[in-house]
């Protein structure tokens, strides 16, 4: 109970680390419900690698035309956020524009930018001499090292994110579910579809840089299927998918606290804990309504 | 004389540069029941997805008599096309035909809510506006989709297979439906159907697919015992 009214104190030590794991449970799954309804869900496991290997190739650009930058500093973060915004997004351009033209499947695109993004990140972490703890933190995503700046920015970036997601949620539904419906209505399809993966690739990047891909992916995935189980509805998906994300967040973030344990794997491991537990639920009710992605 | 619903001039539909159709040529008059007939794979699909502007025209010109951007076309897909995982009310559905006139960041109102609900009310299934569309028949689903269709407040209605894969009872029902709004509302309707019986029953036209290009007369003409035993079988052309 102590480790709880620590936590809600405002002089709480680690009070942005928690709100920005708080934003970032809360937000990842409403980015997630149209990873699941579009059926991108091993997206999410290639994008965040893609994200990490923006921010490694930042660096090392950084390094060949300016010249040797110091770690820990806000430029920094910003020049990360950029390498990582800017792979996140060119990622799900090209995986798309294959995605309709392509023969081969998705599961082999998906596969085959996760292996590259991974294997990029390691090299562009070797080129870099100055590629030291520092950097390694910031592509694990050291949310404990969160800081007033970074939480603005995170804040508003994702607070951005969330308005956009409701504001334009009619248009957004439609092209997701019926793209020929959308078109024969007259509507910009590749604007919304644009809008959109804007969206995605802003909470996939800041995500990353915040909280690591195992959090990222973990939170666009989990608390949105286990929303699924139980809702029929929209809008009822979407909060209930965010809540669930909140929940697991800050629960999360008690017992790492609580018990000592690294972050990131608790948040995981107890939305984990909550879709296995609700499915369980379902399942006794007999049934579930989820369907298979 | 009346400005035909659509009209296609010398058209030419394909996928990527390569015709599936070519040099089409026919006008479909407002208030018009027409059906799209012919062999499997013979493109009807692509020549009513074509008039609705999903299928690059490789030739010629499609024509509207009607303002598309005012007044966009009432489309009712293949119901496999759309995917389970969305979990949707029946309501939710039909209110999807209205975003055709609603502007972004309009919210959907009392008026839509109102309207999507006199839609279903129209196809016979208001009662069950609250329930996950998933959970229905495929008739009733395909009912749905019409009054999903009607909120776009359509002059002409085009059906990609409305009774593929339904049972009689429900068939019937939807051909009533359609019937009803071609004949009460003035509606222009276009469907594509393997459901010869019944098609011959109701429409006055038919434009018949195949060989690569598309022919329209009507359903006396086109509908020849010959015609249909070749390409469906003498039992279809018995009856």
Not at chain 1, 24 to 41: A, E, Q, T, W
Not at chain 2, 34 to 46: D, E, S, W
Request: proline share 5%.
């Amino acid at each position: 109970m102590t480790a709880l009214t620590d936590m809600l104190s405002p002089t709480f030590l680690l009070r942005d680390a928690l709100i920005a794991s708080v934003l970032v449970g809360v937000v990842c799954p409403l980015v997630g419900v149209y990873f699941v309804l579009r059926r991108m869900i091993f997206l999410g496991v290639a994008l965040p690698q893609l994200s990490a290997a923006g921010i490694a190739f930042s660096f090392v650009a950084y390094r060949l035309v300016v010249g040797v930058h110091e770690h820990g500093n806000l430029s920094e973060r910003s020049l990360a956020l950029l390498g990582s915004l800017a792979f996140t997004l060119g990622g799900i351009l090209v995986l798309t524009a294959f995605e309709r033209r392509g023969r081969e499947t998705v599961e082999a695109r998906i596969g085959m930018t996760y292996a590259i993004a991974a294997a990029l990140t390691i090299l562009f972490l070797a080129l870099d001499p100055h590629g030291d703890a520092e950097m390694v933190n910031l592509l694990k995503g050291d949310i404990l090292a969160t800081t007033q700046t970074g939480l603005k920015l995170l804040g508003g970036v994702l607070g951005g994110v969330v308005v956009v997601l409701f504001a334009f949620r009619k248009e957004f539904l439609l092209v997701s579910f019926d793209r020929d419906l959308a078109v024969v209505f007259g509507k910009r399809v590749a604007l919304w579809d644009g809008l959109l993966y804007l969206m995605i690739g802003a909470t996939i990047s800041l995500g990353v840089m915040t909280a690591g891909p195992l959090v990222t992916f973990g939170f666009l995935v989990v608390p949105t299927l286990t929303a699924r189980l139980v809702t029929s509805r929209m809008l009822t998906f979407s909060l209930v998918a965010a809540a669930l994300g909140g929940v697991a967040s800050f629960g999360g973030f008690y017992g790492a606290y609580r018990l000592d344990l690294p972050l990131g794997p608790a948040e995981v491991a107890l939305a984990s804990v909550l879709f296995a537990v609700v499915g369980g639920g379902a399942m006794l009710r007999g049934g579930t309504r989820l369907r298979a992605p | 004389m009346d400005v035909p619903a659509v009209a296609l001039r010398d058209v030419s539909l394909g996928y990527d540069g390569r015709p599936v159709l070519s040099h089409v040529e026919f006008t479909i008059e407002q208030g018009e029941f027409c059906a799209l007939l012919g062999p499997n794979g013979a493109g009807k699909t692509t020549l009513l997805r074509g008039m609705l502007g999903l299928v690059p025209v490789l030739g010629g010109r499609i024509e509207y008599g009607i303002d598309r951007r005012t007044s966009p076309p009432g489309y009712v897909p293949q119901r496999e096309s759309l995917d389970p995982i969305f979990p949707l009310t029946v309501l939710e559905v039909v209110l999807m035909g209205t975003f055709a006139r609603l502007r972004p960041l309009r919210p959907v109102g009392r008026r839509a809510h109102r309207f999507a609900a006199e839609c279903l009310e129209q196809v016979g299934l208001a009662p069950i506006a609250g329930r996950p569309f998933w959970s229905l028949s495929g008739g009733q689903k395909e009912r749905v989709l019409i009054a999903r269709a009607l909120a776009a407040e359509p002059r002409i209605l085009l059906l990609d297979e409305p009774t593929a894969g339904v049972d009689p009872g429900a068939t019937v029902a939807i051909m009533d439906a359609i019937t009803r709004l071609n004949r009460e509302r003035g509606l222009t309707v276009v469907l594509v159907s393997h459901q010869l019986r019944i098609v011959r029953q109701v429409v006055r036209s038919v434009i018949w697919v195949d060989g690569g290009s598309a022919v329209k007369g009507t359903a006396e003409e086109l509908l020849t015992a010959e015609r249909i035993a070749d390409v469906f079988g003498a039992v279809a052309a018995g009856g």
